[in-house]
């Protein structure tokens, strides 16, 4: 229980919509993009008689357990002191009348209770109150406002959440709900791939910025099994800019449906996918469409704006560019999944790199179209380096059926020739410090290709490694978000380009 609780952050709902004006008082609001759920799955939704039209659907546990081993949360933004009153105000409502634990509660080791109560959530949206009294100076996010839902069979609809140390009326309660506009609305989506796929995406659209339609950004990740999500700091850095972002769960990841195979093919028909439904939405403009894509994203990208002329701009984040035939500086792209995959196994340095030759070695054989005689001890020394990686024999075999397609498609994939065919505006950033993609090899090659297109840069960025992370002096920022492009100078630079570009004179 209390190991749950430590993860709480809060939660809570809704507003009427009334059009007062903004309330100037003391009142901070938390919305539902900011909610930290634990233990059971969310989506995000829309839902136009809340303040900010932003929802979270909280699905019961898969197995009923304590109240605090499913719940929902946020961090008070207000400092408190002594004999001073917290007053918090949520909204909430249910698919069938059910009861809730609240509690306004201090962090680990002991989750002091400020305050506790229990409250019925019907069908309709209800405003509830919970309040307490400070036993002593407490500092703003040292309290938290939890929900328990451990125990709850059916779906749980949360807003925002208010708190406030003033008394308030009803009036100025309504009012301040009333006022509030959240930075962005998400929105979990369905997209539509080939037969079998559909894939599991999250569309941010920013609230600031009038009703659109908004351009957007296509975010795709590099290599391997990722989901929705990833590009924290660049997608808030667009949202402030008015722009929508799109991501999704890879195929046969995360709540995707379909099969996970790592192949270029299925990973640009899936995003060929994702900019058609961008299009098919009546608050995105399908003319200012942009691709920004990571690693494989990188290759991604360019791939599906070399068929499809109407994609507004192109960011490459360490796209691979040289050319793929080995042994040339694009080879050792083709083995960036694999290396990933036995790193997040816990594989031993030595024997992912033994990994890595071995295959090397087998797949060079096969298309030169080696004889079977020289292959088969190949592909058994490639077995033997999985199973030294834990994989059982079974394991290895399909392991290694899955990587040569992925591996020799990667292999047949000749990037420059792609970039050489995009006449819309490119920016291809490359990190200086990047062991996988280095630079080096990579920006002659992007340089080359690009010589043609008038609005393409290509641009080295100092003590960058692949995540264009820094390697030298990593900000704090970059620290507490672990995923790709996370400095500051690497955000800020390609958001100016993105923004100059989607909100140049011609599309507004």
């Not at 829309?46 to 929902?72: H, K």
């Not at 098919?280 to 994203?297: K, L, T």
């Not at 840069?457 to 003590?463: H, P, S, T």
Request: one cysteine or more; charged letters at 20%.
């Amino acid at each position: 229980m209390f190991l749950a609780r430590r993860l709480l952050i809060v939660l809570c709902v809704l507003t009427i919509g009334l059009q007062t004006p903004a309330f100037a008082g003391p009142p901070q609001i938390v919305g539902a993009d900011d909610l930290n759920i634990y233990g059971t799955k969310v989506r995000f939704a829309r839902d136009c008689r809340v303040p900010g039209n932003a929802v979270v659907w909280v699905a019961p546990p898969a197995q009923a357990g304590e109240d605090w081993s499913a719940a929902t949360g946020v961090s008070v933004p207000v400092a408190l002191k002594a004999g001073e009153r917290l007053n918090g105000y949520f909204w909430a409502r249910a698919e069938q009348p059910l009861k809730v634990t609240v509690t306004i509660h201090g962090a680990a080791p002991d989750y002091k209770n400020l305050a506790i109560g229990t409250v019925e959530l019907t069908t309709e949206w209800q405003r509830f109150a919970i309040d307490g009294v400070a036993g002593a100076d407490l500092p703003a996010g040292s309290q938290f406002l939890s929900i328990g839902l451990g125990r709850v069979q059916r779906n749980v609809v949360l807003g925002p959440v208010m708190f406030t140390t003033d008394q308030l009326d009803n009036l100025r309660i309504t009012r301040a709900f009333a006022a509030f506009q959240p930075r962005s609305v998400t929105e979990d989506v369905q997209i539509a791939s080939v037969p079998g796929v559909t894939l599991a995406g999250r569309l941010r659209v920013p609230a600031t910025h009038g009703g659109g339609p908004f351009p957007a950004v296509l975010l795709l990740s590099g290599s391997g099994p990722s989901q929705r999500g990833g590009f924290n700091l660049l997608e808030e850095r667009l949202l402030r800019d008015g722009i929508a972002v799109l991501t999704y769960d890879k195929r046969g990841i995360g709540q995707s449906t379909g099969q996970f195979v790592d192949t270029l093919e299925n990973m640009e028909t899936d995003a060929a996918a994702a900019v058609l439904f961008l299009r098919s939405r009546p608050d995105i403009d399908g003319a200012r469409i942009a691709i920004a894509g990571h690693s494989q994203g990188g290759a991604v990208g360019p791939a599906v704006a070399a068929r499809d002329p109407a994609i507004a701009a192109v960011v490459m984040f360490a796209g691979p560019a040289a050319p793929p035939e080995p042994p040339g500086p694009g080879h050792e792209i083709n083995f960036v999944i694999l290396r990933d995959i036995l790193i997040k196994g816990g594989a031993a340095p030595a024997a992912v790199a033994r990994v890595t030759a071995t295959a090397e070695t087998l797949f060079e054989a096969e298309i030169r179209e080696a004889s079977s005689k020289e292959i088969g001890p190949l592909r058994e020394k490639v077995i033997q380096a999985l199973m030294a990686c834990h994989f059982s024999s079974e394991q290895a075999e399909a392991a290694l059926t899955t990587l040569r397609s992925v591996v020799l498609e990667a292999f047949n994939a000749h990037f420059d020739r792609t970039l050489a065919k995009l006449r819309m505006p490119v920016l291809a950033l490359y990190g200086s410090r990047d062991e996988i993609v280095p630079s080096a090899d990579h920006m002659p090659a992007a340089k080359k290709a690009l010589a043609s297109n008038p609005d393409a840069q290509v641009i080295e960025i100092a003590d960058m490694n692949h995540s264009f992370h820094n390697v030298r002096n990593a900000s704090a920022q970059e620290q507490a978000n672990p995923g790709p492009v996370a400095a500051p100078e690497v955000i800020t630079l390609a958001g100016d380009w993105l923004n100059a570009h989607l909100h140049a004179a011609g599309h507004r």
